[in-house]
């Protein structure tokens, strides 16, 4: 008897497991296709707010539009910041960000603390009165914020304006710590009060430290959204020395609605670099936080 032959068998072409292939090559293909679908169309206002913001008058009335600038040109920019008080205003906004940012993740941690270990009643109602004012149109509060502020001598000006920020982007930040804390093992709370630690050294030196990536993410919400806010800004705040980056861009438009165009663009597109540069900055914080807690035991 000769050796025996290795016969190799291949799979039919229509056999399911090359029709499952096809299917997974196929929703792959789609996936990507909608991703860079996605990410040109986020791109695109911003791509064509820098083009805008370099091109010279000439080419903004051409009928004809380009993306690259034939002849681009800096007297947007030298024209916007000569205009308009950009610099103060961007100042205030800063101010405002940056303060009702720290102030509402200092609220929203110990209080999110509470909330997440919180088993009752008390607890549920507070989670979910956090979400339902989430709904609550800006129109609906301005008047009666207005109104108290007023008390307070706070109308026109900045303190009173990252007092509104703090208290309108505190239940979103409760929101979001409370997932943070509950992912955080209770044994770690157990453990540190069995070596005598209380609950607000356990929340210090135990879970603050775990929830770095969520205080982060917070921060950068609770930054994002005063740097940008406009109603609020435009309904308090009168006089030029204390209004913010976004109510001063509305000055480049004009009585009858007509704007004006170059330095308008070049004045927004510098309001939105804080934006992108702070998240791309803190985004690889809160990447690497996340990794880092991924392995830890």
Partial sequence: MGPARSRSWTRPRGAPGARTGRTARTARAAQYTALAGYLVFLAFPFLWLLSTAFKPARELGSLHPTWIPRDPTLGNFRQA???QPLAH?????LIAAVCAAVLAVALATPTAFVLARGRGRLA???????????AFPFVLVIIPLFLVLKNLHLVNSVPG???VYVVWSLPFALWMLVGYVRAVPPELEEAAAMDGAG???TLVSVVA?????????TGL???ITAWNEFFFALVLLKTPEQQ????VLTHFLGAEGAADLGPLAAAAFLATLPSLVVFSVIQKRITGGMLAGAVKS
């Fill in 209 to 217: 430290p775990l929830l770095a990536p969520g205080i982060v993410a």
């Fill in 124 to 134: 549920a109602a507070a989670t979910g009165w956090v979400v339902i004012s989430q």
């Fill in 244 to 247: 913010t980056l976004p109510v």
């Fill in 81 to 83: 910041f000569a205009e």
């Fill in 161 to 163: 304006l990252i007092l």
């Fill in 221 to 223: 919400f609770a930054f």
């Fill in 199 to 201: 609950r607000l050294r």
């Fill in 89 to 93: 205003a961007a100042f205030n906004s």
